[in-house]
């Protein structure tokens, strides 16, 4: 089975992702680190990052694989683990930009594709229900208001002991929600036939437990 849950950054996506896949039992796929390790290892390797086939040949030569450590979903990268190194304020700007080239996203999703038939998976991202997994079971697409979202990422920040100004924090969330919606190649939308949820009010709890609801109408 596969659950595909997308949203702008900062809506709740990856806690309700990964509570939900704790859950359920399933692998959850986060596909936002996946362009993130991308950025990372392009920016390490001194690729510029609008050179789209660089950046691609780069995602070619990474193998990802998830696992669940210690309450953490972590990602490992050709057999690398990769934590905060790829949660800075730098690498979420840097992911947008290449996550914009086609050839970039075309292997990723690739990607994205064979490890979710692996077996029953959550996968989290922007384009999961409208384009790596159209046929998902169940598609949910989260939303919160922008102040939330930027609250939340600076607080996530923090845990990870970064020094973040909100306002800035909220300007990035902005800048990063218009890239991700105008860009032509598989833009941030909610697919016709996913629930939507706002995430602003309700409680992680609330919502896992709503979307378990309706996996278990599934079944
Ligand atoms: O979800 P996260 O904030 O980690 O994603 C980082 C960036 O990766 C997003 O801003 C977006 O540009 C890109 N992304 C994407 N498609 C996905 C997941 C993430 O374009 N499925």
Known sequence: MIVAIDGPA???KSTIARALAEKLGFQLVDTGAMYRAVAFEAAAAGVDLHDAERVAEIARGLRFEFKFEDGENVIYCNTRALHQEIRS???SRNASVISAHPSVRRELVDQQRQV???RSSVLEG????TVVFPDAELKVYITASPAVRAKRRVEQMREGGEEVDEAEVLRDIVERDRRDSER????????????GIDSTEASVEEIVAGICERIAALR
């Open 184 to 195: 032509d190649v598989a833009p941030l939308k909610k697919a016709d036939d996913a629930i």
């Open 10 to 12: 900062g809506a709740g």
């Open 116 to 118: 979710g038939r692996e």
């Open 126 to 129: 922007r384009d999961i229900g």
């Open 89 to 91: 304020a730098e690498v």
